[in-house]
Structures are given as C-alpha cells and as structure tokens.
C-alpha cells in the first residue's frame, strides 16, 4: 500500500508522476499517433516513457543542452531558456499534444509560457499540464503551522527551485487569459514523509501530491 521513497528507484515520485501522467493521457487518447511536444523536458525521462507507451513522435524543449539527455529519449530537441525567450519564436511547428510536467512553478513568468504552448497547440489540441498541488492537505498544515508549504523553499545559490504556486482558482485565471479550458482534472499518488502510495493507488486533489490538468483550446485562435 505504501513505500519508502529511498528503498526502490520504482518509488521516487518523479518517476511516479510520468507514469500517472502518461495513464492519464491514454485514458483519454488511446490511439493518439500525432506530434507531442514536451516542455521542460529535463533528460527526456518523461519523454522516453512516452515514447515506450506507443507516442511515436515526442519533440523536447529546455534550458541545458543536448548532451544532458538520455538515448533515445526525444525525436528532436531544441534549447531555449523559458524565462528568456518565447517558445513560438523557437518552435516553428504546430502540435497535437503539449506536455508540461512540473515545469511551471520554476519559471519566473508562467502566463507567458501557458500563452506560448496555447500558440504552438492544434485547434483541436491537447494541453496536459502538472504542478506540485500547493493545497493538499499536507500543504495546508505546513501553511497553517509554518506560513508557508514544505515544497517552496527559500532558494540556495544557483538553484532553480519552486518559485510560482498554483492553486486551482490561479491555474483556472491562467487558462482563461491564455484563451484554454480545463477539460479534465486527474488523479494522483500521496507521497509524504519520505513515504509513497503503491503504483496504481491514485487520490484526488485533497491528498495528492501533484495536480494533474488537461487543457484544450476554447476555439481557433484568433488570427
């Protein structure tokens, strides 16, 4: 039912999300074959687990450069510095599917970027976004008793922490100005304590560690 985190490399919470990710995105889209772009793609961790799960075409973008991915990861890759430069200045091609997966909260201007993947997206779309959730109930006795949530830490020298939270309220204002909907809103493992939900169990927003959202266009974009 549950884990230590340390004890099994199938129990760190990053690799558990991919997967709860990828479950959600194939829950709705099973026979999905079109191009994913995923932004903020680290190594390709999540891009690789895609592309083992029958996405056959996953491009990736980020900040470091092509020598910090791991084989067979991505189908191209470009480096771009998300606070800096906008993405559809970069990325010249249109997009069936955009992942977003805990990229978010280190950005200095967010909007920006939800506003740039609404403009690399299809008509018809999808737009699978996740963040750390800010306001389950582990956060809300960490804000009542600290003032602030345990995954929002003061940041060192030369790190690129969690700097932007996203309540749901905030995320839901974010979509409308970048002309996107909210879809669906999935499911998610508790992890706390050094401890982790066994692979499959999955919670909602009350006890989950991550938010899991999917967004589509509300129509075309205006011209």
Not at 72 to 89: A, F, G, I, K, P
Request: with cysteine; hydrophobic share 35%; glycine share 8%.
């Amino acid at each position: 039912m549950i884990e230590r985190i340390k004890s099994s490399p199938n129990a760190f919470p990053q690799l558990r999300r991919h997967q709860d990710l990828v479950e959600f995105i194939r829950e709705e889209q099973p026979g999905f074959v079109g191009k994913v772009l995923d932004v903020g793609c680290g190594p390709g961790y999540l891009a690789k687990l895609m592309r083992e799960a029958g996405f056959p075409e996953v491009h990736g973008v980020d900040w470091g450069g092509p020598s910090s991915l791991i084989p067979n990861s991505v189908s191209s890759y470009q480096q771009v510095d998300l606070n800096e430069q906008r993405l559809e200045e970069v990325v010249a091609s249109k997009f069936d599917l955009i992942v977003c997966s805990d990229t978010l909260e280190h950005l200095e201007c967010p909007a920006k970027v939800i506003r740039s993947m609404r403009e690399l997206l299809t008509d018809t779309g999808s737009l699978y976004v996740t963040v750390p959730n800010c306001t389950n109930i582990f956060q809300r006795v960490s804000w009542l008793l600290t003032g602030n949530s345990y995954r929002y830490r003061t940041e060192r020298p030369g790190e690129f922490g969690h700097i932007s939270l996203f309540p749901s309220s905030v995320m839901q204002s974010l979509i409308n100005r970048a002309g996107l909907k909210q879809v669906r809103k999935g499911k998610g493992y508790i992890a706390a304590a050094g401890f982790i939900t066994s692979k499959g169990m999955k919670f909602s927003d009350f006890w989950s560690y991550s938010s899991y959202y999917h967004f589509k266009p509300v129509g075309p974009k205006p011209e």
